[in-house]
C-alpha cells in the first residue's frame, strides 16, 4: 500500500472505480494536446477567448498534479504553427497569455523546483511573448524538479525539417558521414533533444488526431484521447489517463 496512491472517483464509469494508481509506475513524460478550449467557451455562449484564459487555470492545475505525482516531464502543446490561421485578435489574445500565466504563477513553479522550457519557433513570436518565456526559462534554469515544456509556435514537420538541413550541413561540411546518421543522430537535432520521448500523449476534447505534434518523438507513446473540453479537465481525469496507461502492456511491437 506504500506506493499507492488512493484516487477518488466523480463520474460513474465503474470499470475503473477504486483503482488506485501505482506510483512506481508514473509515465515519466507526458504530453497534452490541449484542445476543446473555443468550444467550451461557445457552450456558454462565451467568446473563445473566454475558454483559452479558463484553459490556463487548468494548466497551473495539472502542472500541480504533474509536480506531485513525481512525473519528470510535461509537455503541453500551447500555440500549434497552423493556429496563426485563427483571427487576428485571437491570435493577439493567446500571445498575451504566456506573459500572463508566468506573471500569475511563476513564483508558485519557482517554489515547486520547477524547470520551464520551451520548443517551437520563437521567430514570428511577438516580442513580449518570447521576452516573458525567455524570462521564466532563465530564473528556472537551475531547478531540478518537474521539466514543464511549452510547445509554443511549435510544428513536428518543422523541426524535423530544420533537424534535416542541419544534418546535411554537417555533412557538406565533412563533420558527419551519411552513413552514420541514424535515429539517436537525429534525436539530438530535434528540440526535444536530450528529453526522453512522451510515454504518454493526452488530448482532449474528442479530437483523434495527432496534429502535428512530436511526430518523431511519439513513435511509441501510449495515445489517450478524452472527451472532456481542456478547461474541464481535471486532476481526476489526469488520474483517470495515467491508470489508462498504467493498465495498458507495453511493449514496443517487438514483443508482442
Ligand atoms: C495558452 C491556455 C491553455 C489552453 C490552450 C490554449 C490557450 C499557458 C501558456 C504558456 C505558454 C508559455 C509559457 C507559459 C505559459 C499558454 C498560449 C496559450 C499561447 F512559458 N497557457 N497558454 N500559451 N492557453
Given at each position: 500500500m506504500i506506493n499507492k496512491l488512493s484516487r477518488w472517483m466523480h463520474n460513474n464509469d465503474n470499470t475503473t472505480k477504486g483503482k488506485e494508481l501505482d506510483r512506481d509506475n508514473i509515465p515519466e513524460h507526458v504530453?497534452?494536446?490541449m484542445d476543446g478550449n473555443g468550444r467550451w467557451a461557445k457552450r456558454r455562449g462565451l467568446p473563445r477567448v473566454a475558454g483559452h484564459r479558463a484553459g490556463m487555470k487548468t494548466v497551473i492545475e495539472i502542472t500541480r498534479?504533474?509536480?506531485?505525482?513525481?512525473?519528470?516531464?510535461l509537455t503541453l502543446y500551447a500555440f500549434s504553427t497552423e493556429n496563426w490561421k485563427r483571427p487576428t485578435d485571437e491570435v493577439e489574445f493567446l500571445m498575451r497569455l504566456p506573459g500572463q500565466f508566468?506573471?500569475?504563477?511563476l513564483d508558485e513553479l519557482i517554489e515547486r523546483n520547477v524547470q520551464v522550457r520551451m520548443v517551437g519557433n520563437e521567430e514570428n513570436l511577438p516580442s513580449y511573448t518570447v521576452q516573458a518565456v525567455r524570462?521564466?526559462?532563465?530564473?528556472?534554469?537551475?531547478?531540478?524538479?518537474?521539466i514543464l515544456n511549452?510547445?509554443?509556435?511549435?510544428?513536428?514537420?518543422?523541426?524535423?525539417?530544420?533537424?534535416?538541413?542541419?544534418?546535411?550541413?554537417?555533412?557538406?561540411?565533412g563533420r558527419l558521414a551519411a552513413g552514420d546518421i541514424d535515429e539517436n543522430v537525429i534525436g539530438r537535432y530535434l528540440e526535444t533533444s536530450g528529453m526522453p520521448d512522451p510515454d504518454l500523449l493526452i488530448r482532449t476534447s474528442g479530437e483523434l488526431r495527432l496534429s502535428n505534434f512530436m511526430l518523431w518523438q511519439m513513435a511509441y507513446s501510449e495515445l489517450c484521447f478524452i472527451g472532456v473540453y481542456w478547461p474541464d479537465f481535471s486532476r481526476d481525469h489526469f488520474y483517470e489517463t495515467i491508470l489508462e496507461y498504467q493498465q495498458r502492456s507495453r511493449r514496443y511491437g517487438a514483443l508482442t
Open positions: 504530453a497534452i494536446i498534479a504533474a509536480d506531485e505525482l513525481g512525473v519528470k516531464y508566468l506573471m500569475a504563477e524570462e521564466a526559462i532563465e530564473k528556472t534554469a537551475g531547478n531540478t524538479g518537474l511549452f510547445a509554443l509556435n511549435y510544428g513536428s514537420r518543422a523541426e524535423i525539417v530544420n533537424a534535416v538541413r542541419e544534418i546535411a550541413a554537417e555533412v557538406q561540411e
